[in-house]
């Protein structure tokens, strides 16, 4: 709980610390950068939340899956996600060294917050990434695309922008190139965000636990014995459990306690 703290203080007031220090702060928000780092901010607290309430509760025993463990999953993926698109995005094609002054928040937003969350998730709270989880993630990319679209062609000012250019970003201008803007965005929310969904998906699999049923029909009643094994567990074969007549069935159960941490 204390280290969950500790990367939650962290996040939070660098956020609180970029947003107050912007030369523009009425215009913070119009990125997606902090956007995401906002997703960041977010998800995180419900983490530590929930941590808290299971510490309080001495961390009781789980049948299903609270609200607030879903949304912590919900979030973990659409803050995870939206962080490494952001990274690869802004050190890519927005990054220029020769007009760029990197500064704490810029390291902040566009890597260190990605790789606080990624720990936070998979290393302390070994969340189960769900694949279906993909239209929460494209739900707030379509989010952030109707924002670029409304601020370019109403227009909104940009202040960023001394020249007439409005545009948010380079490759997201809807006013002068609307057909490039349209492949960027196509790419980015059909092509890039589900494989790196997957990628998370795929990271998430080796930290979550499998649950044995054993269903014993000796004595004409059925009972249920359940065992917590992890996957290595299973690949390798280990699924003896109890009697001859016993009927195994092995089936993924979501690691309810996962936020927990």
Known sequence: LLVKLTIWCLTVASFIYGWSSSAYPHWFMANLSYWTFLYACVYLTLSLITSALAVLKDRPQ??????????????????????????????????????????????????????????????????????SHYIFCLGFGLLFVVWSLVQALLPVDNPT????????????????????????????????MPICIFVFWSCSLWRRRYV??????????????????????????NKSVGKQDQK???????????PTG
Request: aromatic share 10%.
């Open 62 to 131: 789980q049948n299903e899956a609270t609200f607030l463990i879903k949304a912590t999953w919900v979030m973990y993926l659409v803050a995870v996600v939206h962080g490494i698109i952001v990274v690869v995005l802004f050190w890519v094609t927005e990054y220029d060294p020769d007009t760029w002054t990197v500064q704490y928040i810029t390291v902040f937003a566009h890597g260190i917050s990605f790789l606080l969350v990624f720990v936070d998730g998979v290393l302390i709270n070994k969340i189960p990434v769900r694949l």
């Open 161 to 192: 922008k001394p020249s007439d250019d409005e545009a948010l970003y380079e490759i997201l201008d809807w006013k002068n190139s609307p057909g490039v803007a349209t492949i960027v965005c196509v790419l980015v929310l059909f092509v890039a």
């Open 212 to 237: 044995t049923k054993v269903n014993d029909n000796d004595d004409g009643n059925n009972s249920r014995v359940a065992q917590i094994l992890d996957s290595s567990q299973l690949s390798s074969g």
């Open 248 to 258: 195994e069935e092995d089936e993924e159960i979501e690691d309810l306690e996962s």
